[in-house]
């Protein structure tokens, strides 16, 4: 009984110091060792401890021996590996464009895929998913008369090889292979049904001004030698060009089979897809136009009904290019007398009001290499030239091919915009002889032998420059050009212009591609009066495109001259007769190449 007694005794004693040692480390939130006494029950020697041991007792609240790294608030765990399919009817070339991020593969089963690249409809856009656009153009040799067609008239074509109105070419239409089935998805036929197609090697397809086939390319291919054919009204190169409503723009994003929680791919892909192949950031319009003589009939009739009277029907389109060129031949001065309309003669002077025309049709690039700018001298023994470049710059207007000096008049005038870097240069060939700069005078830049405008063109393209070259040749008042024009306006082509125009010609002339470069031997007149000589009458306004460091289209607007002084664009009867006539003369010297 004795025994039983200090048994419990000594069970009670240990619970009560297990209780402190636990109440202990439960405050100090970590392990210590803690001495404690070892109970022996020995009724020979009673409760007196005999011998201790070392125990270990951990509070429940103990953190580990080795703390956890401390984990940023913005820590986005390693993404499990995933994978992509790209649908076969995209454009291939983009897909070569694309780097996957380290944890994504390509995969071909469209079943199993978590993420998949595909042509979107506009309706189920998702502004969060990575996405990009792909322009296509149709296209026909430059010297096609046709401007548009219909997607109603393209489709049966594309695929029936149907072509009932006749605006369609007599040739299947070229298609690259990578561009095969994206074309074909966008003009909405099937693949069994393409007999107006014809499917070439990537690479092949070149343009030929005057060739038979037309193509559909993607719109960065563009080059000069094909002529743009709108869609339903619609063309890539409109200032305004709403891909959206364009037939041939494919909308293609990067999709998620599994909901991302409101969010979209593109945050998990950022910069994923190339810009779009029309990246209005890269592109350029350039408006160029003929011969401006603001005098006789011309000015008159600015006095009678308004300065800028001249420019009413045709404001909207010298406005919209990025740059407006005007080949201005007369200068001004503020002693001119009032223009007489039955002034025959050829010495002219132009009222300074008559330079709110220019700024109202929004000019930023003068030209001068008119051989009428020193006639306020023959006339009143005065240089006006200085006064003329004030004028310019106090509009905000730059000019090129003349100044106050032979080595100013021969200066290229350099223009970046949009990444694209032009340089403007050109020179007068004809005279008179007073016409030309000299060393201390006035004057447009004179062509002498072509040897130093040749060697400057060589230098800005060597620059990075596209040359444009205009000259002021003698007149012709025929549409083929003379054998020594021809020589000239080559030989500047070889040397490295992109473009090459004659802005003396009263008369619209044939036009022809020499090793790439748009050769126009006459635009014909913008601004004056020519009424005895019809052929005066109707006149190009060309607008040139550049894109990405390149001259890519050119544009011809067609204009007729009505009242002495106001061109008006062509009627579409007009401008087929117009256009018919003068390709027929262009054809034709292509044929001598």
């Given at each position: 009984?004795?025994?039983?007694?200090?048994?419990?005794?000594?069970?009670?004693?240990?619970?009560?110091?297990?209780?402190?040692?636990?109440?202990?480390?439960?405050?100090?939130?970590?392990?210590?060792?803690?001495?404690?006494?070892?109970?022996?029950?020995?009724?020979?020697?009673?409760?007196?401890?005999?011998?201790?041991?070392?125990?270990?007792?951990?509070?429940?609240?103990?953190?580990?021996?080795?703390?956890?790294?401390?984990?940023?608030?913005?820590?986005?765990?390693?993404?499990?590996?995933?994978?992509?399919?790209?649908?076969?009817?995209?454009?291939?070339?983009?897909?070569?464009?694309?780097?996957?991020?380290?944890?994504?593969?390509?995969?071909?089963?469209?079943?199993?895929?978590?993420?998949?690249?595909?042509?979107?409809?506009?309706?189920?856009?998702?502004?969060?998913?990575?996405?990009?656009?792909?322009?296509?153009?149709?296209?026909?040799?430059?010297?096609?008369?046709?401007?548009?067609?219909?997607?109603?008239?393209?489709?049966?074509?594309?695929?029936?090889?149907?072509?009932?109105?006749?605006?369609?070419?007599?040739e299947r239409i070229l298609i690259q292979d990578d561009d095969f089935d994206a074309v074909r998805k966008l003009a909405g036929i099937e693949k069994t049904s393409t007999k107006g197609i014809k499917k070439v090697a990537n690479g092949s397809i070149k343009p030929d001004p005057s060739g038979d086939y037309w193509a559909i390319i993607p719109f960065e291919q563009l080059s000069p030698e094909w002529k743009v054919i709108a869609i339903d009204g619609v063309s890539p190169l409109d200032h305004k060009f709403n891909p959206d409503k364009y037939a041939f723009t494919m909308h293609i994003a990067l999709m998620s089979v599994i909901e991302l929680a409101g969010e979209g791919t593109a945050r998990l892909f950022p910069d994923f897809f190339p810009v779009p192949n029309r990246n209005p950031d890269q592109l350029t319009s350039l408006i160029m136009t003929g011969v401006t003589a603001m005098a006789r009939d011309t000015a008159f009739i600015m006095e009678t009904e308004g300065v800028l009277f001249p420019g009413t029907e045709i404001r909207d389109l010298m406005r919209a290019a990025d740059l407006t060129h005007i080949s201005n031949e007369v200068s001004f001065y503020e002693g001119c007398k009032f223009p007489d309309p039955d002034y025959e003669g050829f010495i002219f002077c132009s009222n300074p009001e008559y330079i709110k025309l220019l700024d109202d049709l929004k000019a930023d690039i003068i030209e001068l290499t008119g051989n009428h700018n020193n006639d306020v001298y023959a006339l009143y023994k005065v240089d006006s030239v200085p006064f003329t470049l004030d004028l310019y710059r106090e509009y905000g207007?730059?000019?090129?091919?003349?100044?106050?000096?032979?080595?100013?008049?021969?200066?290229?005038?350099?223009?970046?915009?949009?990444?694209?870097?032009?340089?403007?240069?050109?020179?007068?060939?004809?005279?008179?002889?007073?016409?030309?700069?000299?060393?201390?005078?006035?004057?447009?830049?004179?062509?002498?032998?072509?040897?130093?405008?040749?060697?400057?063109?060589?230098?800005?393209?060597?620059?990075?420059?596209?040359?444009?070259?205009?000259?002021?040749?003698?007149?012709?008042?025929?549409?083929?050009?003379?054998?020594?024009?021809?020589?000239?306006?080559?030989?500047?082509?070889?040397?490295?212009?992109?473009?090459?125009?004659?802005?003396?010609?009263?008369?619209?002339?044939?036009?022809?591609?020499?090793?790439?470069?748009?050769?126009?031997?006459?635009?014909?007149?913008?601004?004056?009066d020519q009424p005895d000589y019809y052929i005066t009458y109707n006149s190009f306004i060309q607008e040139h495109f550049f894109f990405a460091g390149q001259h890519i289209s050119t544009r011809l607007h067609t204009i007729t001259i009505e009242e002495t002084g106001k061109p008006r664009p062509m009627t579409l009867d007009e401008r087929q007769d117009f256009l018919a006539v003068i390709f027929w003369h262009s054809e034709h010297l292509g044929r001598r190449q």
């Open positions: 009984m004795q025994k039983s007694k200090l048994v419990l005794i000594n069970i009670i004693i240990c619970s009560l110091c297990l209780a402190i040692l636990l109440s202990a480390c439960q405050r100090n939130g970590q392990t210590e060792l803690i001495e404690v006494p070892a109970i022996t029950a020995d009724p020979q020697q009673g409760s007196t401890p005999q011998n201790t041991k070392s125990t270990e007792v951990t509070s429940l609240n103990t953190p580990p021996a080795h703390p956890s790294p401390v984990i940023p608030p913005d820590f986005t765990p390693p993404a499990p590996k995933s994978e992509v399919t790209y649908d076969q009817y995209l454009p291939q070339n983009i897909k070569a464009m694309l780097e996957l991020p380290e944890n994504v593969s390509w995969t071909t089963d469209s079943f199993n895929t978590d993420y998949y690249i595909t042509a979107i409809d506009l309706k189920n856009r998702n502004a969060l998913d990575a996405a990009t656009q792909w322009t296509y153009v149709l296209v026909a040799p430059f010297f096609t008369v046709t401007d548009e067609i219909t997607l109603r008239e393209l489709s049966p074509f594309l695929s029936h090889f149907t072509n009932k109105n006749g605006d369609l070419p007599d207007m730059q000019w090129y091919a003349g100044g106050v000096n032979i080595a100013e008049s021969k200066k290229p005038l350099l223009i970046e915009h949009n990444g694209n870097r032009l340089a403007f240069v050109g020179c007068n060939s004809y005279g008179p002889e007073m016409a030309w700069a000299s060393e201390d005078g006035s004057g447009a830049a004179p062509c002498e032998d072509f040897g130093w405008i040749k060697d400057e063109i060589k230098r800005l393209r060597a620059e990075g420059y596209l040359p444009i070259v205009t000259f002021q040749s003698q007149e012709y008042y025929i549409r083929e050009p003379h054998s020594s024009e021809v020589r000239d306006y080559l030989d500047v082509a070889g040397a490295g212009a992109v473009i090459v125009n004659g802005s003396q010609s009263h008369v619209a002339r044939a036009i022809e591609f020499y090793d790439k470069s748009f050769v126009h031997y006459g635009l014909g007149n913008l601004f004056f």
